[in-house]
């Protein structure tokens, strides 16, 4: 089983990051379902993962795996989470490379292509999902580092991750973006983040659109999830109660990460040929309309 080194390239992580996420939640993340039935959707696909190491990143990588992808999963920091997630891909037997660093870096980006490729020859998913939030009461709070850092990781990581996979991508390729439901209501707490959130939307109608990936007949869709109960929901926040942290959908209650696995698998699957340039909504029925 292929297994990459850890690669030094990571940016200095938020403190507040690292602190919430062992906060004690309550009940634990779940990001696999025991009535999963795989049917080999993805027998012998290659699929590049960005924020693989935990929460909605993680239930998608296992899904995959069950689905006989070959895996090359990309995470920020080497931690408890990552390791169990490394774990399980190992004991569904797929092969699998681990990359740790910086997904806001046009390099590392570059780096993570084309170590994959070397390994397994082509791609043929990318799923852009790692994303940083953190919540201010004021736009004042907003720090310039916050900014940027939320932009970097948020989206322009989108487009260093395609732009690398571009070349290497087979025909009928597939491209995935985590949104959110924020980019349809917004959230005055989380102003830096709603906006990329925002930004990934249009990303993704844009280039669904491109005639380079109309081409090679790419599709690119998004998922955009409501309140999904994950390890970084601390950080987002302060909740470390489910049953609060959900309330406010129409079916009152959290979502697992393992409830978006689903419409991942389904997008990058020939179930979905005819799907390109949209967002599938998993948010506990929240009407967005958008």
């Given at each position: 089983m292929a297994d990459e080194k850890n690669l030094d390239t990571q940016a200095p992580k938020e403190n507040y990051l690292q602190e919430d996420k062992n906060k004690k939640m309550s009940p634990e993340p779940l990001i696999e379902s025991p009535n999963y039935k795989a049917a080999g959707k993805l027998e012998g696909k290659v699929a590049i993962i960005t924020g693989a190491d935990s929460g909605i990143g993680a239930a998608v990588a296992i899904a995959y795996a069950k689905e006989g992808a070959k895996l090359a999963l990309v995470d920020v920091e080497q931690h408890e989470d990552a390791a169990a997630?490394?774990?399980?891909?190992?004991?569904?037997?797929?092969?699998?490379?681990?990359?740790?660093?910086?997904?806001g870096d046009s390099d590392f980006a570059n780096e993570v292509v084309e170590k994959?490729?070397?390994?397994?020859?082509?791609?043929?998913?990318?799923v852009n999902n790692a994303a940083q939030q953190l919540a201010q009461e004021s736009i004042l709070d907003i720090t310039d580092e916050q900014l940027h850092r939320t932009f970097r990781t948020n989206i322009f990581s989108m487009f260093y991750f395609a732009k690398a996979a571009l070349p290497y991508l087979n025909d009928n390729g597939v491209v995935i973006n985590s949104t959110s439901v924020t980019a349809y209501q917004g959230n005055p707490t989380l102003l830096d983040y709603s906006s990329t959130k925002g930004a990934i939307v249009t990303f993704t109608r844009s280039l669904a659109q491109n005639q380079e990936f109309l081409d090679k007949n790419i599709r690119v869709n998004g998922v955009a999830p409501g309140p999904i109960w994950t390890p970084?929901?601390?950080?987002?926040?302060?909740?470390?109660?489910?049953?609060?942290?959900?309330?406010?959908?129409?079916?009152?209650r959290a979502g697992e990460a393992y409830e978006l696995a689903p419409a991942y698998v389904y997008l990058a699957s020939s179930d979905s040929s005819y799907v390109t340039g949209q967002v599938i909504h998993v948010n506990g029925g929240t009407v967005v309309n958008g």
């Open positions: 997630v490394r774990s399980r891909i190992e004991e569904l037997s797929r092969p699998v490379l681990w990359f740790t660093g910086d997904v994959t490729v070397a390994e397994f020859g082509n791609i043929d998913i990318l970084l929901i601390p950080a987002t926040t302060g909740s470390t109660d489910k049953e609060e942290f959900g309330a406010s959908v129409p079916m009152e």
